[in-house]
């Protein structure tokens, strides 16, 4: 069941972080991967700890994170593993 999630908790990466266990539809590799490669700590580290508040209904990628589906967990660890591909590229 999802907790009802609001205010200041949507402006906090700990919240999405936690929220990786109480997707019913994400399989154990699912939930493996996102928790292996550590998604949601390398976009807070890549973006800041404040990109939540600034991004706070203003931002498209806002809106993957407060949808709270197992699709969009995958897409966003899909989009942490790409930008920790294109790291290590020259230019």
């Keep these: 069941m999802r907790a009802y999630i609001k205010g200041e908790q949507l402006?906090?990466?700990?919240?999405y972080i936690k929220h990786c266990n109480d997707i019913e539809e994400l399989t154990s590799q699912n939930l493996r991967e996102a928790k292996q490669k550590f998604a949601f700590q390398f976009l807070e580290q890549e973006f800041g700890h404040d990109f939540l508040h600034y991004a706070y209904e203003q931002h498209e990628f806002y809106h993957y994170l407060i949808n709270f589906d197992a699709w969009t967990y995958r897409k966003i660890t899909w989009f942490a593993e790409a930008l920790i591909?294109?790291?290590d590229q020259i230019n």
């Excluded at 402006?11 to 919240?15: I, L, Q």
């Design 85 to 87: 591909e294109l790291k």
């Design 11 to 15: 402006k906090n990466w700990e919240t």
